[in-house]
């Protein structure tokens, strides 16, 4: 978290331009921008204003927004519910579709329900997230007027942003989750319990499922983050007034504490995610301990 608060406040501060000036045809008077800089802080050299947003930071105090003339904290707030409606939805979504998809797959590996699943993870793999929303917005948008392009606040503002953000890593966890159980299922004890007569059923669900989802729950808790953390075109597409929109106009307009309040709460889930899965690890395999 140290080096993701240092590296962003060093690039953030290192772009042209200042926060301040932002209307070329009417650009404020030098003493205007001095004495805005002294008020904000950002008259000082970068080293010392790191060390003074790092003190802050400590104390809990993200900073002032620099456009929004209110805490970065309410700002982020705003946006943070939206975000994670979308993220989750587009989870949800993900896994929905994904682990039966590759638990079918492997079952019934080199057939057309095989071959199927995997043109569709291929297909989710390839097209990125921002041409697959333009072809639905052409089509279910402008063509057939099914779905409102912008806007949130109805399912049917939902659909189109949950569908492209979930399409990508669904299919990823497609794939994994295929890979997984085909190993699973060639397993020594996997023949065992089938030996042994019970119902394939309980050998699929009780025995090689179980041991396939540890793979697959490495990539859930990145992918996570990812849903949550990545929305950033999607939700500038579809106007989704989430943090993802926020962030992108922050980095427009030069709001470094904007910026650096984004990033580290983004930092911050990703950490969270992986620490997630690392518990899961003990939960899912018991020959795993956590030390």
């Known amino acids: 978290m140290f080096f993701v608060a240092l590296i962003t406040f060093t690039l953030a501060h290192a772009a042209p331009g200042s926060p301040f000036d932002r ?3 009417r650009p404020l008077s030098q003493e205007t921008l001095d004495r805005i800089n002294r008020y904000y802080g950002v008259d000082k050299p970068i080293p010392e204003q ?5 003190g802050n930071l400590l104390r809990g105090d993200l900073g002032l927004s620099f456009t929004r003339q209110r805490p970065v904290v309410e700002v982020i707030g705003q946006g943070i519910g939206t975000t994670f409606q979308l993220g989750l939805a587009a989870l949800a979504f993900a896994l929905a579709f994904s682990i039966p998809l590759g638990i079918v797959s492997a079952l019934k590996q080199n057939t057309i329900v095989d071959y199927l699943s995997m043109l ?5 793999t390839t097209i990125p997230a921002f041409v697959m929303a333009i072809f639905l917005i052409s089509i279910f948008g402008v063509s057939l007027h099914l779905l409102p392009i912008v806007g949130w606040g109805t399912w049917q503002n939902m659909v189109m942003p949950t569908f492209v953000l979930g399409l990508g890593a669904g299919a990823f966890l497609t794939r ?8 699973a299922i060639g397993q020594d004890y996997i023949r065992t319990a089938r030996s042994k007569g019970l119902h394939e059923r309980a050998v699929i669900v009780r025995h090689a499922l179980k041991n396939a989802l540890i793979p697959v729950a490495t990539i859930i808790g990145p992918a996570t983050a990812a849903l949550i953390t990545g929305s950033f075109i999607i939700e500038s597409l579809f106007n989704v007034p989430g943090m993802g929109r926020l962030y992108v106009i922050s980095i427009l307009q030069r709001d470094y504490p904007t910026i650096m309040g984004t990033t580290l709460l983004y930092a911050l889930l990703i950490v969270i995610a992986n620490l997630t899965v ?13 030390r």
């Not at 569709?120 to 989710?124: E, K, P």
């Not at 690392?278 to 956590?290: E, M, Q, S, T």
């Open 23 to 25: 209307n070329p045809n």
């Open 50 to 54: 790191f060390v003074i947003y790092m």
């Open 120 to 124: 569709v993870a291929t297909i989710g």
């Open 176 to 183: 994994i989750t295929r890979a997984s159980m085909l190993e």
């Open 278 to 290: 690392d518990i899961l690890y003990g939960a899912l395999d018991p020959r795993i301990k956590v």
